[in-house]
């Protein structure tokens, strides 16, 4: 089979794909195609079929003859038919083509280089985040070292604060027992002072009714002394100055109230 050095393929009624096609270097059926998956012998007989039935419609514009119409049916079925012996062999051919390239030592070093390549990335992948991943750990193990100095450095502050305030409390507790007694211990002071002080009261309102009582009845006696002394004066017909005289009832009320 005569190797083709563009691919056939046809992709209009009068044009083809033209593509250069690679040929393999080992054994088997040479390449027809290029590398369009879709471009193959069976895609390539279905489209001839398409492009020439299409044609086909365009011709049928002549006016109805059975018999040339019978013709025309039995030519297209045994034109069927041979699109299906040539589809059967398209099909043959796309298998000894696949099977070519199965067989070819090229494609399968390609493979095996493809698969290796991304064999060695997923290793390196693997080890890369095997990497990060100890990485992570060791940071792990650092972070929860800190924080188990840390936890340590709290509950040693916190039994500290905890005995200091034991320690507050008892001494706020004997500040409150002194400042109890040294209330108490006024209070009592406090109150004997005002109790003596409440006596004292009842003794100096005492002293002042009876000084207020001498000194009303001294008043009284001046006053009536008085009163019969001017009456003596009017009777004699002499006066006696009256500086002399209230100097004279003031001594007398001195001497009374001593």
Sequence with gaps: MTANTVCPFPIHSDRVCGRTVAQRSGPGRPRVYCDDPKHNAVARLRADNRFRARA?????TEPERPVTE????????????????????????????????VADLDLVAAEMR???????????HALAAQAAAERDAAQARRERDEALE????????AEEAIAGRDQAVEAVSRMRADC???VARVSAVADAELAKIDVELVEARTDRDRIIRVAERALAEVRAHCADNHRLAEALGTRMPLRAHRARQRRR????AA
């Design 150 to 157: 840390l936890s340590e450095i709290a509950l040693d502050a």
């Design 253 to 256: 009320a001195a001497r009374r």
């Design 180 to 182: 109890d007694r040294d």
């Design 114 to 124: 493809a698969v290796e390549a991304a064999a060695d990335a997923r290793v390196a």
């Design 70 to 101: 019978r013709v025309s049916a039995l030519a297209a079925a045994l034109d069927r038919l041979g699109d299906l012996k040539a589809q059967l062999l398209a099909e043959l051919a796309d298998a000894e083509q696949l099977a070519a390239d």
């Design 56 to 60: 086909q419609q365009d011709a049928d």
